[in-house]
């Protein structure tokens, strides 16, 4: 058998009652893997929503789950953004820092060279906001746990195309 | 006209009117109550009483698979649509058209745990094709329309649309169904791709030794895709070999069928599939019962997938060549391209080929030991075969060994003739789908094959059959085993019959009489024939108790885990130590 790849894939549904139930549902159903999944309405006008799934498998497992979510009946279009071309894919992250002195003119410092912002301040916390790759926040995150880290809140990726592409 | 106003419950009748609905099959309760009310008020509409939902969603099925129509469903909340849930999951596995109407609790009691309460859209969504709930009575006509496009169109499956009894009591305005605009999100593809028909053309034409696999989607596509099929073969010279859900899309009394493909079906079939060097795939869905072991399936040919849903492409076995479009179109267009193309069979390579096949075939696999103390329930069903030729019949079944033994040795010559249980292999379906099958040919023969341990899964679609005088026969092949655990019982476990015996068995004959029908029973072999044409006699329905040989087992077999290439052809043929290999146990 060969070897589990990660593809992000970009599903554009009808946005209505249940639609996250049922991709989500297919997933476990299916014994598909799910490693992030975000999920928003994009275009009001048209009713549609944007779900971008990481899900990683064989290259025989991702044919099937991408055939699986086309057969969704609210599903619009589905886009296997790593495969179709190079595509930008972004997360973010918030985390909390909690601490006083040394620790916390560390995190600062590190912060300004990761390019987080101070989202929220007390005299004892932080709350730092990250974008970017999923590896650049998780070097973040790494750097942070010892110097205060008490909670992480992330997104999961979104992802888009690059080029002019739709999609 | 297509503006006029009334309320929910007038609605649902209106649209399945509208819809070409003549017959629903359902159950009322307290949710569905003003629909119930709108069907007293009318005429046109045929409502059967079942005794149980889950014998609604089977007579629907038994009625859209015999008809090609969308069977329909009407339930009421909580238990209802529970009860429902195994005949929807049933319908899905085998892709018939259904659309089923719950009732639902009013909408501002929703998530309250109210009475007869249940998540029916969270509960059917993994066993629907789709699903509906309706919280506005103007979205009421359209969901309905679509609903019934949904079930229809594409790979057919069931549809479950949930109304709420408030939905049911509003006031709205009615949409007829050519003014709902098709949504964006749904467009299966019916019309293949020429690039790949060119591709599969090539391949048959050079084929050496083509095998035809042909499924339950060009039953699904319709008659005339089965006369392109049967048009396909005969130009090609091509065997053909069926599934399960398949029997009848090629006539069976054609040599060139080479009988039911997979784990129950014929030597010749399955060697056939092991060793042709292009299968053409039509309609049917390499499942797991077809394929046996993967790594070992058809080695060494070309596979041709024709399917409707680019989802079956891939799924268990790699496709060199995918055609996704309608079976009937696909077919139409493989036979423009080989006309195209001039093509004429090569007729030295065909007939290396089907010497070989011919080989095969003399092996004889569903011959069976017969007895002239016991009755053998191969040679029942063998008996029936033969004493109802020249009648319009169609057979049901539940599922077991009297259901391989149905398909190995009855024999269909048209399609949407035989319902059976394939994908979910729901015990009790075959009583209520003959009733199904019945409504929908009233002077048709119908003959649920049943074992009975089966029949007793929906023993009291007795009542429904009894009320509305169907004359449908359950000939119940009685071996006092659930026949086919007790079969893995002995080849895999040691002999070890745990809890498949069937103890505490009604009289049959007394069942049917207390029922208002008929019972009959046959224990020797020279009673058989005479208890047939007895049970074809009579005009309203008849339990048959046919007393076979307990100890009885299915064969041909391909063992699970094993290869088509490693049948086991009868009991003399069982390989020492157990034909079972460790890897197969875990399998189902």
């Known amino acids: ?167 | 006209m297509s503006a006029e106003q009334m309320n929910g419950a007038e609605m649902v009748i209106r649209a399945l009117g509208d819809q070409g609905v003549d017959v629903v099959f359902g159950y009322p309760g307290g949710a569905v109550l003003p629909i119930y009310d709108a069907l007293f008020m009318q005429n046109r509409l045929r409502h059967i009483l079942v005794r149980h939902e889950q014998g609604a969603v089977h007579a629907a099925e038994g009625y859209a698979r015999s008809t090609g129509k969308v069977g329909v469903v009407l339930v009421t909340s909580g238990p209802g649509a529970t009860n429902a849930v195994t005949g929807l999951t049933d319908a899905l596995m085998d892709s018939v058209p259904i659309v089923c109407l719950t009732g639902q609790v009013p909408t501002h009691l929703i998530g309250n745990d109210a009475f007869q309460e249940a998540d029916t859209t969270g509960i059917t969504r993994p066993c629907t094709k789709h699903n509906y709930l309706v919280k506005h009575v103007d979205d009421l006509a359209r969901t309905l329309h679509e609903a019934f496009y949904v079930a229809r169109t594409g790979r057919p499956g069931p549809v479950v649309v949930d109304l709420p009894k408030d939905v049911l009591f509003a006031m709205g305005t009615y949409r007829a169904p050519e003014t709902v605009e098709q949504r964006k999100s749904y467009r299966p593809q019916t019309e293949p791709d020429p690039a790949r028909i060119a591709e599969a053309v090539e391949i048959i034409a050079r084929a050496k030794k083509p095998l035809f696999y042909g499924g339950g989607g060009i039953i699904n596509s319709g008659p005339h895709a089965c006369k392109l099929f049967a048009e396909l073969i005969e130009m090609t010279g091509i065997p053909c070999t069926l599934t399960l859900m398949g029997l009848g899309a090629f006539p069976a009394s054609d040599k060139r069928y080479l009988g039911l493909v997979g784990m129950h079906g014929t030597y010749e079939a399955n060697m056939a599939m092991h060793g042709c060097d292009a299968m053409i795939n039509v309609g049917a869905r390499f499942d797991d019962r077809v394929t046996g072991k993967i790594a070992a399936f058809s080695p060494n040919s070309k596979k041709i997938h024709i399917d409707i849903d680019p989802s079956s492409i891939n799924k268990n076995v790699r496709i060199d060549i995918p055609v996704i479009g309608d079976a009937g179109k696909v077919l139409e267009a493989i036979i423009e391209g080989l006309k195209a193309r001039r093509f004429a069979p090569d007729r030295a390579a065909l007939g290396k080929w089907w010497q070989q096949i011919e080989q095969w075939r003399k092996r004889d696999s569903l011959r069976y030991e017969n007895s002239d103390r016991i009755i053998k329930p191969q040679y029942a069903i063998e008996r029936l075969y033969a004493l109802t030729r020249g009648r319009d019949v169609f057979i049901t079944t539940e599922v077991g060994q009297h259901q391989m033994w149905a398909a190995q040795l009855f024999k269909f010559d048209q399609p949407c003739h035989w319902m059976t249980s394939g994908g979910l292999g729901t015990m009790g379906y075959g009583l209520p789908a003959a009733i199904g099958v019945q409504i929908a040919h009233p002077d048709a023969l119908v003959i649920d094959i049943a074992g009975e341990a089966s029949i007793l899964m929906n023993i009291q679609e007795m009542a429904t059959a009894c009320q509305y005088r169907l004359p449908v026969k359950i000939f119940i092949v009685n071996n006092q085993y659930m026949g086919m655990v007790r079969q893995w019982q002995e080849l895999l476990h040691g002999a070890r019959y745990s809890e498949s015996y069937s103890a505490s068995l009604p009289d049959f004959v007394k069942l049917a009489e207390a029922f208002g029908a008929k019972g009959l029973r046959a224990t020797k072999p020279e009673e058989v024939d005479a208890v047939i044409k007895e049970m074809i006699a009579i005009p309203g329905p008849v339990i048959v108790d046919v007393a076979v040989d307990p100890a009885e087992n299915c064969f041909p077999m391909i063992p699970s885990g094993a290869a088509h290439n490693e049948m086991i052809l009868g009991p003399a043929d069982r390989k020492s130590g157990g034909p079972v290999s460790e890897e197969g146990m875990v399998l189902v």
Not at chain 1, 10 to 31: C, K, M, Q, T, Y
Not at chain 1, 48 to 65: A, N, Y
Not at chain 1, 114 to 128: G, H, L, N, Q, Y
């Open chain 1, 1 to 167: 058998m060969s070897d589990k790849e990660k593809h992000t894939i970009a599903v554009l549904v009808d946005n209505e009652p249940g639609i996250l139930a049922r991709v989500v549902g297919l997933f476990s159903g299916r014994g598909y893997n799910i490693e992030s999944l975000t999920v928003a309405e994009v275009d009001a006008e048209n009713n549609l929503s944007r779900i971008t799934i990481v899900t990683s498998g064989t290259p025989m497992i991702i044919e099937q789950i991408k055939a699986q979510l086309s057969r969704l009946v609210p599903v619009r279009v589905v886009h296997d953004l790593t495969e179709e071309g190079p595509a930008v894919e972004r997360e973010l992250v918030l985390i909390k820092m909690a601490g006083m002195g040394e620790k916390r003119i560390e995190s600062l410092r590190l912060a300004d060279i990761f390019r987080a912002r101070v989202v929220d301040s007390t005299i004892e916390s932080f709350v730092f906001e990250i974008t970017g790759s999923a590896e650049k926040l998780n070097a973040f995150i790494n750097l942070m746990k010892p110097l205060g880290l008490v909670d992480v809140s992330r997104t999961g990726v979104v992802a888009i195309s690059r080029g002019a592409a739709k999609f």
